[in-house]
T-cell receptor
Framework: KQEVTQIPAALSVPEGENLVLNCSFTDSAIYNLQWFRQDPGKGLTSLLL?????REQTSGRLNASLDKSSGRSTLYIAASQPGDSATYLCGFNAGNMLTFGGGTRLMVKP | EAGVAQSPRYKIIEKRQSVAFWCNPISGHATLYWYQQILGQGPKLLIQFQNNGVVDDSQLPKDRFSAERLKGVDSTLKIQPAKLEDSAVYLC?????????????FGPGTRLTVT
């Protein structure tokens, strides 16, 4: 059974810091991995999608990497802003569905 | 391009009552998913449709949950009878193709409270 773990579960940082969110998975048979943002009471907004043949994807201040051999993905947020405060979820796609981690709740303090 | 639409946004019912949720995916998207997200956890897949056929419903509690996707477009998810542990956000998502590598787009969700 695929397991996806996100560490830390919660993170509080001052504005301007660079930070890294971690996602680990147990099954290396991966099609892709998506990072999502979820604001309170809202649905999921896709941030980045990394296909199994890729090693990283970048969008603005966000960079996501994928290391299949170690079963890990990281989401790097540069120069964090209060507007980045949200829950960040990684979803592992092994072929027919996304398996999600429990999320990291990020608070960026002004 | 319009996103995934869901209704209602919020629903409060008593245990043993029934409830239905509606989802309209992005136009042209072949694959539709229903997820259950319990507070503090990541979403869990309940059922996946490709066009109007079920691909995966292995995690759907079939004694009380049912779902259909008529004509391969809109979908409804029903719970009958509801239990306290069904309190959660129900998320609908869609993707363009039928293969496994497509990006999923999520709706705003329906927050269900069972009292």
């Amino acid at each position: 059974k695929q397991e996806v773990t996100q560490i830390p579960a919660a993170l509080s940082v001052p504005e301007g810091e660079n930070l890294v969110l971690n996602c680990s998975f147990t099954d290396s048979a991966i099609y892709n991995l998506q990072w999502f943002r979820q604001d309170p009471g809202k649905g999921l907004t896709s941030l980045l999608l990394i296909q199994s043949s890729q090693r990283e994807q970048t969008s603005g201040r966000l960079n996501a990497s994928l290391d299949k051999s170690s079963g890990r993905s990281t989401l790097y947020i540069a120069a964090s802003q209060p507007g980045d405060s949200a829950t960040y979820l990684c979803g592992f796609n092994a072929g027919n569905m996304l398996t999600f981690g429990g999320g990291t709740r990020l608070m960026v303090k002004p | 391009e319009a996103g995934v639409a869901q209704s209602p946004r919020y629903k409060i019912i008593e245990k043993r009552q029934s409830v239905a949720f509606w989802c309209n995916p992005i136009s042209g998207h072949a694959t539709l998913y229903w997820y259950q997200q319990i507070l503090g956890q990541g979403p869990k897949l309940l059922i996946q449709f490709q066009n109007n056929g079920v691909v995966d419903d292995s995690q759907l509690p079939k004694d009380r949950f049912s779902a259909e996707r008529l004509k391969g477009v809109d979908s409804t998810l029903k719970i009958q009878p509801a239990k306290l542990e069904d309190s959660a956000v129900y998320l609908c998502a869609s993707s363009l193709g039928v293969g496994p590598s497509g990006q999923q787009y999520f709706g705003p969700g329906t927050r269900l409270t069972v009292t």
